[in-house]
């Protein structure tokens, strides 16, 4: 990957120009200066350039706001060898992420504004992509006393969660809402009994019964976002459901948004593509939280992104070196990078007429801008100029060893995929592209 270059004056001619924003999707063309958006033209090329800027002639790739990841895990602070701030930045760049969240259970937790600081700071001396933390619902995540939401939120944090641990005392998680509510700030929260969850590495099903695995029902998932739902009724703050992943929560969050209470969903890309089956011989890339389900769940969880009942889909980015993972499953450390695979995986629901791309590309930029208050994630003049180009239908074979994440557990090595980010811009500056063949 090039060093970012300067903001500088960018027209991208004969694109595939896709915006959710506008809803449109055909051919066009667009001006980028001074790190914004400056023209946008839908059906032809632009005209009356300036003398000095650099045109690209996208020969019909895709060309749309770049993506936004709402849950990404890192090292840093605290255990830098899975991951740090610099080299998830450089693995979303060259995956075409131009936005990430990154989640407070470090080393220490992000439970305080001085934590707060840090990453933004630390985001800024590393100048790719836009990093942006989240910050603990509970002090050190422990889900008991509240954390400092309004300080965290001053000093910049997006939202707020404890991340793979469930609150479970409701009186906690009551007030959290109602506090959070009314500083408009969002919470989000896994949905997990943790009794029923307690100790499971899978989805409780006859192959994990063969296989010997201790697993949860998928109940455990149904149980708490019925309480979480019942709280959002009662304190009427916003909701972020964390990886919703089967089919029977589906149906509670289709009534509960039937009854227009403020809840957003986001779903993995990893629970879109693999299921249970996958585990295959105890292969522990797809030992993951929440487990992965039955086909059946697989399946519905692709018609609730295709209809919106799903808003968002992340990448579950969750580095893990290989001491952590060549153990024997119930050991290993559950979790899967995915910021380098996110769109590719993403693009293969398109590719096989699941879910249209204007959607698709909806779930990872305009809805996650929207959720947290970005002005990315559409291609609008005076709109900043985060965006990516991609060749749609280039094959690529996933080598785990040759991602830039730190680490190299990816659930999709060895995968055949399609699509490949050619340059990805972040407030006008590209950060990454592709070297092209003459």
């Known amino acids: 990957m090039n060093a970012p270059r300067a903001p500088g004056l960018i027209v991208f001619q004969n694109a595939r120009l896709v915006d959710p924003a506008a809803g449109y999707d055909g051919p066009g063309a667009l001006l980028v200066a001074e790190g914004l958006i400056a023209r946008v033209s839908h059906g032809g090329d632009l005209s009356d350039l300036p003398a000095d800027v650099r045109v690209i002639d996208a020969r019909g790739a895709l060309l749309c706001p770049g993506l936004i990841d709402l849950r990404v895990k890192t090292g840093e602070p605290g255990s830098e060898p899975k991951e740090t701030l610099k080299s998830a930045a450089r693995a979303a760049a060259a995956g075409g992420v131009t936005s990430i969240v990154v989640q407070p259970d470090t080393d220490p937790v992000v439970d305080d504004p001085a934590v707060v600081d840090f990453i933004l700071r630390r985001a800024r001396d590393i100048e790719l992509v836009h990093v ?71 989805t409780e099903s006859e192959f994990s019964g063969r296989m010997g695995l201790a697993a949860e029902p998928v109940a455990a998932e149904t149980i708490m976002l019925e309480r979480d739902i019942a709280l959002v009724a009662l304190t ?88 952590e993972k060549r153990l024997p499953f119930d050991e290993a450390a559950p979790g899967a990078v995915g910021l380098e695979t996110l769109l590719p995986a993403l693009l293969t629901l398109h590719h096989e007429g699941r879910i249209p791309l204007l959607r698709l590309i909806e779930t990872v930029t305009l809805a996650p801008a929207n959720a947290i208050g970005l002005a990315a994630g559409r291609l609008t003049v005076g709109a900043p100029a985060d965006l990516i180009l991609a060749d749609l239908d280039t094959p690529r074979l996933i080598d785990a060893a040759q991602l830039i994440s730190k680490s190299k557990n990816s659930a999709f090595d060895g995968r055949r995929l399609q699509g490949q980010v050619l340059m990805t811009l972040v407030d006008g500056r590209v950060v990454h592209e592709e070297r092209q063949e003459a």
Request: a negative charge; proline letters at 7%; hydrophobic letters at 50%.
């Open 132 to 202: 942006y933390p989240a910050g603990a619902a509970t002090k050190a995540c422990a889900g008991q006393g509240m954390a400092e939401i309004g300080l965290m939120r001053e000093a910049g944090c997006v939202y707020i969660t404890d991340a793979d641990r469930p609150i479970v005392d409701s009186r906690v998680m009551r007030r959290l809402l109602a506090y959070a509510g009314g500083l408009g700030v969002l919470v989000a929260h896994r949905p997990a009994d943790p009794w029923l969850a307690a100790g499971a590495v899978a």
């Open 236 to 323: 009427g703050a916003r909701l972020l459901v964390d990886q919703i992943s089967a089919a029977a929560p589906l149906e509670s969050l289709a009534r509960a948004k039937a009854k227009g209470l403020p809840i957003l969903a986001t779903a993995s890309i990893n629970h879109l593509t693999f299921n249970e089956l996958d585990i295959g011989d105890y292969r522990t890339f797809w030992k993951l939280t929440p487990p992965l389900r039955g086909e059946d769940d697989r399946q519905a969880l692709i018609e609730a992104v295709a209809s919106g009942l799903v808003d968002i889909v992340v990448s579950a980015h969750a580095p893990a070196p290989p001491e």
